[in-house]
């Protein structure tokens, strides 16, 4: 996958930002919007991607868990302090300390797993295979373990077996429902509520707004400081409730991420993001508009898109 690519039917632009790409950073993935910020995007490039991050993979090359998840936090935190981004956490007094869980976040951008790492819990990562052709998140990926997934040609025995691996050694399982970051009105999938009924694990919901907004890749390449990020843990769900919940949790979590006050969610206009032909996803049925107009679109019959909104999960 090129992920450099625009799919059929994509805006060029950015969906929050300006049309022009700004001023690239090396690599061809990020840029800013001013020259004078450049300096300020190549120190925070250097907590993405500098001693800090190999320092985790050498952690995950020694199979040494302790250390590797007090790397990660310790990156996700330099990454914070880089970038300027503030954080906001609420409810981390629903997590029960030693319980291993099914975490269940919503999905907007790159972000989302640099703000998830400052629970207070050890993450393993479902993840889309296409995210190992990036260059150090494919060695983060190869060397920690991570639960690298092909939703399209996947074994779900293998990722119970994979998934029971997670927990067995104290970790806990992140897997977004959304399965996109194309935005909010994309409906849950199931998998996440399967795993954790199989498992008997229980499922942690975490609404968490705002990560679009520091980098809306593959949307954008402009990376913004000072963004606001909110994360909210609710009440889990016992694993023999899981499937018979999915309903009800999902409408909770899309209805507080959607309240006024709080960091908006990222948003999906297909005029503007494209329709990811070939990609699945599915429109939630409180935006019958939306579901209708991609539905008219893929009735068309329009030839399929190897590109995809890539994600971690």
């Known amino acids: 996958m090129n992920e450099s690519s625009t799919p059929r039917g994509a805006a060029q632009g950015a969906s929050l930002g300006s049309d022009r790409p700004g001023f690239m950073l090396p690599g061809g993935r990020m840029s800013v919007e001013h020259r004078g910020?450049?300096?300020?995007?190549?120190?925070?490039?250097?907590r993405l991607l500098g001693p800090a991050a190999r320092h985790v993979v050498s952690a995950g090359r020694k199979a040494d868990c302790a250390t590797l998840h007090r790397?990660?936090?310790?990156?996700?935190?330099g990454v914070v302090s880089a970038l300027g981004i503030e954080l906001t956490i609420r409810g981390l007094d629903r997590i029960a300390p030693g319980e291993r869980y099914v975490v269940a976040p919503l999905h907007e951008g790159f972000a989302d797993p640099v703000?998830?790492?400052?629970?207070?819990?050890n993450l393993t990562w479902m993840a889309r295979a296409e995210l190992q052709?990036?260059?150090?998140?494919g060695r983060y990926l190869?060397?920690?373990d991570q639960l690298v997934v092909d939703p399209e040609h996947g074994d779900f025995r293998e990722l119970v077996g994979k998934g029971a691996a997670t927990f067995d050694r104290g970790d806990n399982l992140v897997v977004f429902p959304q399965g996109s970051i194309l935005g909010i009105e994309?409906?849950?999938?199931?998998?996440?509520?399967?795993l954790a009924e199989r498992l008997n694990r229980p499922v942690l919901p975490v609404v968490?707004?705002?990560?679009h907004m520091v980098w809306e890749h593959p949307f954008s390449p402009l990376l913004r400081f000072g963004q606001s990020i909110e994360m909210d843990v609710l009440e889990p769900i016992p694993a023999g409730e899981a499937r018979a919940e999915m309903a009800s949790i999902e409408a909770r979590m899309r209805a507080m991420a959607l309240t006024p006050s709080r960091v908006q969610p990222r948003r999906y206009a297909p005029e503007r993001d494209g329709y990811w032909d070939g990609y699945g996803f599915e429109i939630s049925p409180d935006f019958p508009r939306l579901a209708a107009l991609v539905a008219a679109h893929r009735a068309r019959?329009?030839?399929?898109?190897?590109?995809h909104p890539s994600e971690v999960g």
């Open 37 to 46: 910020s450049l300096p300020r995007a190549a120190l925070a490039a250097a």
């Open 71 to 77: 790397r990660e936090r310790r990156w996700a935190r």
């Open 115 to 121: 703000a998830l790492m400052h629970l207070p819990l």
């Open 133 to 137: 052709d990036w260059k150090m998140l």
């Open 142 to 144: 190869a060397a920690t």
């Open 186 to 194: 994309l409906a849950f999938r199931p998998g996440a509520f399967w």
């Open 208 to 211: 968490l707004t705002g990560g």
């Open 301 to 307: 019959g329009l030839a399929p898109d190897a590109s």
